[in-house]
């Protein structure tokens, strides 16, 4: 019924009519194209870095950060590239528009030490921000510390009392001992063993031998009952010098 209405109409008129449908039809297609090539995922982080502050190094590290969309189409999570292979990751892969995913890092235990700082890129589909780095860190204690450190050094005349001590203190939640001391250089040094506190703190004291000048170097070790740290080994370094000598005064 239309079209006998619109054939009734002058030319003219069906002329403009028929521009105006051909621009609509053209429009259309514009405005359908422009909504096309602006649909995109858009990745938003609240929490880029976790700190872990003061932690043991049996523990295991692990943070989940949360990533939103907040495009029009689905964020794909294309890579993640931590850079220690101690990192493990675990992450979903496509974020629906409007939705939120997560990704979650861990650090193995015994894997860093004493200041640490681990990063991780994120790679997504994302045109406006493609990647992303996620960052982990903080302070590692060993389960056994060492005090004043695993280096002995006995500088001095062969005369004197050359001595020095190394403390051992467990962190563990159970008791440790140390089970065993191996003497490397037994014509050099004497190495003896004191319990400070047992299954905790135990005190190694290496004392001098040697009567003649000259230098040497070994190591002591300790057979521990502790899985994860079975054997530690305390280096030693000896300066001796002559009573007479120029050094020695």
């Known amino acids: 019924m239309w079209i006998t209405r619109f054939l009734r109409l002058p030319a003219r008129v069906r002329g403009v009519t028929r521009l105006l449908a051909g621009l609509l039809v053209v429009a259309g297609v514009l405005l359908f194209l422009a909504s096309a090539a602006t649909a995109a995922p858009r990745a938003a982080v609240s929490e880029t870095s976790k700190d872990f502050g003061k932690v043991f190094e049996d523990k295991a590290l692990a943070h989940t ?146 009567r003649d000048a000259g230098h040497y170097a070994g190591a002591v070790e300790l057979l521990t009952s502790s899985k994860e740290r079975p054997r530690l080994i305390v280096r030693v370094f000896a300066n001796l010098y002559s009573s007479s000598g120029p050094e020695a005064r």
């Open 65 to 210: 950060f949360v990533i939103k969309n907040e495009g029009n189409s689905p964020l794909k999570v294309e890579e993640v590239d931590p850079d220690c292979a101690c990192t493990v990751a675990n992450y979903d892969g496509t974020i629906p528009p409007g939705g939120r995913g997560e990704i979650t890092l861990t650090i193995k235990p015994f894997s860093v030490l004493r200041d640490f700082l681990k990063k991780t890129k994120i790679r997504f589909n994302d045109p406006a921000r493609p990647e992303l780095v996620l960052t982990m860190k903080g302070y590692v204690q060993p389960i056994i510390e060492i005090q004043p450190s695993h280096i002995v050094r006995l500088r001095g005349r062969v005369d004197d009392d050359l001595k020095g001590e190394v403390r051992f203190i467990s962190h563990l939640s159970g008791p440790w001992e140390i089970k065993q001391v191996v003497n490397g250089i037994p014509g050099m040094i004497e190495a003896n063993l004191k319990t400070e506190e047992p299954g905790k703190i135990y005190v190694l004291e290496v004392k001098n031998l040697r």
